[in-house]
């Protein structure tokens, strides 16, 4: 018997990308993923529109009667209305024509103006600029057209949606640096909501980027059969074409992202979301941020553990977090790992407080190098709780450290990748130790839950290396990080020192002669 040939041929996604990225010619990845995905989008609401369309053209059933060309038709379905000269099937009759991305444009303007929650500048346009030849664009069209979706509604979410979220990866890493901005890789994003475990209540993601953190959320409940109408989503993007792409993203998955907001002043100086108190908040704020207008913010109601430096927003972000938190929330954030053990500009006195004071802290995750697309700062994960001194009263005097700097592979030679097996050691580590009956133990060399005492003495310093039995982790040293901070503490010092001789001017000028 002739042995059956292995089957070679490379998952839809991956095809559809390298036949995309030849279509982009001399167009920079960071324009040309809006061109893409914006179709993307289009495809799919479109699918999702024909499909209702149909059944409401056979008039069967509830849908005796029915007018399908009704926008009230669509909304009651949570079905987005695509008018005629905005449908795929219109849009494909035309690909081949010169005015295609004319034709685009008006196509994103009208589903704009049809549908609520698409208004105020949701979808991509310049589809028509002298860049984006019409062949090119034509042959998107085409290629999108043959995507594999099967009938059903929820399954075009589900191929379409995968789509999106693989080609987001894949411009971020062909963005690089800039890429990265916009898009927190997929394993580190999976451990976060593995580690929170967010099946029910208000999940709320300040500095939202594309919208990864929800989306996973999503997946995570539907994976372990829990209803998504359990969890409300709340966000917030200074960058606007972020925001585009994180609704475009939320709701090709039908996640409503209307609590989902934009301001370019960004979370410190313009929160979104003052009075909101979140069950969840999972997070990947920009690291060692020097110009986040903290001289403006000396007073504010957030710094309950101390005023962050104003050259560093690591300790706004770590006290905007906490101040979100509901009674018995739980955060997940990301942040540099220089954080861990600062004491430049008062950032250690905010650290000791938040230990030793506040009691918010869980647990520590060293994170293993090259995980990042924008950055190879090292990083760590902190998990900070409120009420567990009530919640966790077996825990409340210790913090779990983990280091996992040993875990993941390398997907290329700059990047590495946390596998299904690492994730799932390092959550089950993390559940084991918070729940009374777990069978948690320290791992020498990989986890140690320790008294706050034992912090006390190392200085209030939560490198995880020193718990769990590694080497001083000054064998991590990286240039960046200590530039960056340094920086950061010397464009503190400046601000300190205009900040005195303004005062020194006021007095003086008060001096009667």
């Not at 549908?115 to 949701?122: F, Q, R, S």
């Not at 690291?287 to 000396?298: A, H, I, P, T, Y």
């Not at 290329?412 to 946390?418: G, K, M, S, W």
């Not at 791992?443 to 080497?471: H, M, N, Q, W």
Request: with cysteine; proline share 4%.
């Amino acid at each position: 018997m002739a042995k059956a040939k292995p089957n070679t041929e490379e998952p839809l996604e991956k095809q559809l990308w390298k036949a995309a990225d030849k279509l982009r010619k001399n167009i920079d990845a960071a324009e040309y993923k809006h061109v893409v995905l914006g179709l993307i989008f289009l495809k799919y609401i479109s699918d999702s529109f024909a499909e209702h369309h149909a059944k409401l053209v056979q008039g069967e059933g509830d849908y005796a009667g029915a007018d399908p060309e009704d926008r009230d038709e669509y909304q009651a379905e949570n079905i987005f209305f695509v008018p005629t000269e905005a449908r795929w099937s219109f849009l494909l009759a035309h690909a081949k024509q010169p005015n295609i991305g004319t034709l685009v444009d008006a196509a994103m303007d009208v589903i704009e103006q049809e549908n609520a929650a698409l208004k105020g500048g949701v979808l991509p346009k310049g589809f028509a600029k002298s860049n984006l030849d019409p062949t090119s664009l034509g042959g998107l069209i085409d290629l999108i057209a043959n995507i594999a979706l099967g009938d059903a509604k929820s399954r075009s979410a589900d191929v379409l949606g995968h789509v999106f979220e693989y080609f987001l990866g894949e411009f971020a890493l062909a963005e690089g640096k800039q890429g990265g901005q916009f898009y927190t890789p997929r394993s580190i994003v999976e451990l976060l909501v593995a580690m929170l475990e967010p099946y029910k209540g208000r999940v709320f993601d300040p500095c939202c980027g594309s919208g990864g953190m929800f989306v996973q959320s999503e997946k995570f409940i539907k994976n372990h059969q829990g209803k998504i109408d359990d969890i409300s989503i709340y966000g917030q993007e200074s960058n606007q074409t972020t925001w585009r792409l994180a609704k475009m993203n939320l709701a090709i998955r039908g996640i409503d992202s209307s609590q989902v907001k934009w301001n370019n002043e960004g979370s410190f100086l313009n929160d979104a979301h003052k009075d909101l108190k979140a069950d969840f908040i999972i997070a990947n704020p920009p690291f060692n941020v020097s110009d986040w207008s903290g001289e403006l913010l000396r007073g504010d109601g957030r710094w309950q553990y101390g005023t962050p430096p104003a050259g560093n927003a690591n300790f706004a972000w770590l006290q905007h977090f906490i101040y979100h938190l509901a009674p018995n929330g739980l955060a997940g954030v990301v942040l540099s790992k220089g954080a861990l053990t600062s004491k430049s500009s008062g950032e250690g006195d905010i650290r000791r407080a938040m230990i030793a004071d506040g009691n918010v802290i869980d647990c520590i995750v060293n994170l293993p190098a090259k995980l990042f697309l924008n950055t190879q700062i090292p990083a760590a994960l902190w998990f900070m709780r409120r009420g567990r001194d009530a919640i966790n009263h077996d825990r409340s005097g210790e913090i779990l450290f983990i280091d996992a700097r040993n875990l993941g592979h390398l997907i290329n030679r700059r990047t590495r990748e946390l596998s299904e097996a690492d994730i799932k050691q390092i959550a089950d580590t993390y559940h084991n130790w918070r729940n009374p009956h777990g069978n948690y133990e320290d791992i020498k060399g990989f986890c140690c839950s320790a008294p706050i005492e034992r912090v006390k003495e190392l200085d209030y310093v939560l490198t995880a290396g020193r718990y769990v039995g590694l080497p001083d982790e000054e064998d991590d040293f990286n240039f960046n990080e200590r530039f960056s901070a340094l920086k950061a503490e010397f464009e503190a010092q400046l601000v300190e020192e205009a900040e005195l001789n303004q005062a020194i001017i006021d007095n003086l000028a008060r001096v009667v002669i």
